[in-house]
């Protein structure tokens, strides 16, 4: 039996326009910002081989192992550590994608238990977090690692899937990320992360959320989110891609989020308003903000200056949000991968 390993973190985009009319899915995709997060989806992956050949003729044959049949077993499990049986196709789904192209044997049985660290459809980019961890996890376990692959196969069953557009391209760019060019990463797909460290606080409101599919499938949403996405992705096009653009990036978000006419939706309104009404509270406003997560009930609580930010004060936020009806979580930015290889 061999065990291969992946952590994969969400990511939360800010702003985005949508690029999918390409028929083939490496090329679909969108520009945006985000932050590319340090919770996410957590994959083990046990690979069972196929037996041995057959015994020759009057030969006792051994008992056939247990599982080794090209079966599938998927456990997923939430962050509270509650079974989620609905989340078992789509990782069923990608390991039949990886035998279909030959990255994997079809006799080869396969054991995955995957971890959600935060909740899914509250756009957090979990469904690119577990596709792109458990094909890490699987071509390790399979004894032929290959990130770029697993990269380019996590966006295919994205888009198949009708998930996010851009979130795994802008997981391997890590940081806050910038994507310049829709696709599949390592194919036509560009993008670049500035590392930076920052407390960031998720807020989402339990009872409500979002399929991606719903806007970007919808002519008249696609449409109003991809004329503000270009408006606001075109100044921070423009010059080096560092910590320095944190700034410009809550200042676009905040642009895209009116414009495009997201921050009117009744359930987004209310969440602003009282995420925002907490922060007034406690004499917060100055140094901290909250943007809009696209595309779930969702906003991100973070310090307008990084360098400064303290992650007690965050913690100090979680009882005045969980009393007004919404449910948090803490985490960070994800560092680069190019800095997690050192």
């Not at 599982?67 to 939430?78: A, C, F, L, W, Y």
């Not at 399979?142 to 899937?161: K, Q």
Request: include cysteine; proline fraction near 7%.
């Amino acid at each position: 039996m061999s065990v291969g390993e992946a952590h994969v973190g969400g990511h939360v985009t800010l702003l985005f326009s949508i690029h999918d009319d390409e028929i083939l899915p490496r090329r679909q995709g969108s520009r945006g910002a985000g932050l590319c997060l340090d919770a996410g989806v957590r994959v083990r992956a046990q690979a069972l081989p196929a037996p041995a050949a057959e015994p020759s003729a009057g030969a006792v044959p051994a008992p056939r192992p247990l599982h080794q049949d090209g079966t599938i077993e998927v456990d997923v499990r939430d962050r509270f550590g509650q079974p989620w049986a609905e989340g078992q196709a789509m990782y069923i789904t990608l390991i039949n994608d990886l035998r279909a192209v030959r990255r994997l044997p079809s006799s080869t049985s396969w054991r995955l238990d995957v971890r959600l660290e935060l909740p899914l459809s509250q756009g957090f980019g979990m469904s690119a977090a577990g596709f792109l961890a458990a094909a890490l996890a699987v071509l390790e376990a399979n004894g032929t690692p290959d990130p770029a692959y697993a990269a380019r196969a996590a966006h295919r069953l994205e888009r198949l899937h009708r998930g996010g557009l851009g979130d795994v391209l802008a997981l391997q760019a890590g940081g806050m990320a910038l994507r310049r060019e829709p696709g599949a990463p390592g194919v036509v797909g560009l993008a670049q992360g500035a590392s930076l460290t920052a407390p960031l606080l998720l807020v989402w409101q339990p009872d409500e959320s979002r399929h991606t599919s719903s806007y970007i499938d919808h002519p008249g949403w696609k449409r109003s989110i991809t004329r503000a996405g270009e408006e606001a992705l075109g100044p921070l096009l423009v010059g080096p891609w560092t910590e320095a653009r944190w700034g410009d990036v809550l200042e676009a978000a905040a642009s895209f989020a009116r414009v495009s006419g997201l921050a009117y939706e009744d359930e987004r309104a209310a969440l602003l308003e009282r995420v925002q009404t907490v922060l007034a509270d406690h004499g917060l406003e100055g140094d901290w903000t909250c943007r809009l997560c696209m595309l779930g009930v969702s906003a991100v609580v973070v310090p307008r200056q990084p360098s400064t930010a303290s992650s007690m004060v965050l913690e100090g936020l979680r009882d005045p949000l969980e009393v007004v009806g919404l449910e948090v979580a803490m985490c960070g930015l994800a560092a680069l991968p190019s800095d997690e290889e050192e």
